[in-house]
């Protein structure tokens, strides 16, 4: 099975959707993720198994930082490298166009989540008290692409 990273714009907002509704107990709707794909500085990237979208990443950059929007798979095609694949894809383009900093949030109650992220090298950084819904932390991580001149991902 071949996987790249691919860029997608807000043409493709309806079958991301309908992926990310797969990822998520409240998905984003397509119009949702249409209007986040036209703002200025967003970077969507996904992963197509057999021409079906089967994992996405949404990024968006402020200058020399950016931010993970959402990092989705289906899963039917979890812990085969497809998140791993599209944030490391993300972190090359926000690296070279100059981005410093990548911030995320991710739900203490999200444990894959977290090991993805502390595998690639994030660090908590805040906690956001009774983010979600459900009345969990948001813990804050951050991941520095280039300091002091250092080399990126
Ligand atoms: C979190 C999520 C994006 C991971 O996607 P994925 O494509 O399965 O992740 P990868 O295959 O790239 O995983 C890479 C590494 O991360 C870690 N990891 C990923 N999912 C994990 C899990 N459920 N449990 C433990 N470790 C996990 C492992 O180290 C894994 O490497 P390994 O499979 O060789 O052990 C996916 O589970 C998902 O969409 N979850 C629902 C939505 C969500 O929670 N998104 C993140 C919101 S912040």
């Known amino acids: 099975m071949m996987l790249a990273a691919e860029p997608v714009w807000a043409s493709s907002a309806e079958p991301l959707a309908a992926l990310h509704a797969r990822c ?11 209007s986040l794909l036209n703002l200025p500085g967003c970077i969507g990237l996904a992963c197509r ?4 979208y089967a994992a996405l990443a949404l990024f968006r950059q402020a ?30 383009r926000l ?8 911030f995320l949030e991710v739900s203490q109650n999200n444990p894959g989540a977290a090991a993805l992220y502390q595998r690639a090298g994030y ?9 979600y819904r459900d009345g969990s932390d ?11 001149g250092q080399t990126g991902p």
């Open 95 to 102: 690296f070279d166009q100059g981005v410093a900093r990548i």
């Open 138 to 148: 948001a813990r804050v991580l951050e991941k520095w692409l280039r300091k002091d």
């Open 24 to 34: 998520f107990d409240a998905g984003w709707s397509a119009r949702e993720i249409g």
């Open 49 to 52: 198994v057999d021409g079906k």
């Open 123 to 131: 660090a908590e950084v805040a906690r956001r008290k009774g983010y």
């Open 63 to 92: 200058l020399d930082e950016a931010e993970l929007l959402t990092l989705a798979t289906d899963p039917a095609y979890r812990r085969r490298g497809l998140a791993d694949i599209l944030l490391t894809a993300g972190e090359t």
